[in-house]
T-cell receptor, first 112, second 116 residues
Framework: DTAVSQTPKYLVTQMGNDKSIKCEQN?????MYWYKQDSKKFLKIMFS???????INETVPNRFSPKSPDKAHLNLHINSLELGDSAVYFC???????????FGQGTRLTVV | AQKVTQAQTEISVVEKEDVTLDCVYE???????LFWYKQPPSGELVFLIR??????QNEISGRYSWNFQKSTSSFNFTITASQVVDSAVYFC?????????????FGQGTTLQVKP
């Protein structure tokens, strides 16, 4: 009974390709997030959606585009992948008035 | 500035030792929320605790305890009688009250290695 699940867990792809990471939560939360963890383990928010509406859009290249078809899903599409995009991407969800976020298991993206 | 600092990059202890992980935060807001997350070697991020700025009570959960001191802007985490399974990266994080977005600002993380 996974609370926040993201697929795939590992993604190896060549520079210039387009790829997507999918995320689903079954916690009934109203807010979902994408975080990026770099090679030094530093975690930084990228995007957030509240009830399908974008509420956070940090300084992220516009090659990254989130899409939220409904409040249980938040996908991340990345165009024209670059070597520097290699990282672990975490999806998370929370109920905005409760605040504690629950994270998926992460997607390790490697661009070669 | 809204910032979280975990000055200890790596800590190594022997099993059964007590260990304290430091966290210092900066925020202009009077209402804010502090968190600890654990990232074991398997890679997932596990929520451990949330503390509100208006509640300075310390908390104990089994071998884990948290010491929140507004006067020093610190939210330290102590593991008593550490075990090998405690080996992980631990992150302290902050949500400032005026954000209304749930955006977590993370510290750099402290890698804890517990040796048998």
């Amino acid at each position: 009974d996974t609370a926040v699940s993201q697929t795939p867990k590992y993604l190896v792809t060549q520079m210039g390709n387009d790829k997507s990471i999918k995320c689903e939560q079954n916690l009934g939360h109203d807010t979902m997030y994408w975080y990026k963890q770099d090679s030094k383990k530093f975690l930084k928010i990228m995007f957030s959606y509240n009830n399908k509406e974008l509420i956070i859009n940090e300084t992220v290249p516009n090659r990254f585009s989130p899409k939220s078809p409904d409040k249980a899903h938040l996908n991340l599409h990345i165009n024209s992948l670059e070597l520097g995009d290699s990282a672990v991407y975490f999806c998370a969800s929370s109920q905005l008035d409760r605040l504690e976020a629950f994270f998926g298991q992460g997607t390790r993206l490697t661009v070669v | 500035a809204q910032k979280v600092t975990q000055a200890q990059t790596e800590i190594s202890v022997v099993e059964k030792e007590d260990v304290t992980l430091d966290c210092v935060y900066e925020t202009r807001d009077t209402t804010y929320y502090l968190f600890w997350y654990k990232q074991p070697p398997s890679g997932e991020l596990v929520f451990l605790i949330r503390r509100n700025s208006f509640d300075e009570q310390n908390e104990i959960s089994g071998r884990y305890s948290w010491n929140f001191q507004k006067s020093t802007s610190s939210f330290n985490f102590t593991i008593t009688a550490s075990q090998v399974v405690d080996s992980a990266v631990y992150f302290c994080a902050l949500i400032f009250g005026s954000s209304n977005t749930g955006k977590l600002i993370f510290g750099q993380g402290t890698t804890l290695q517990v040796k048998p």
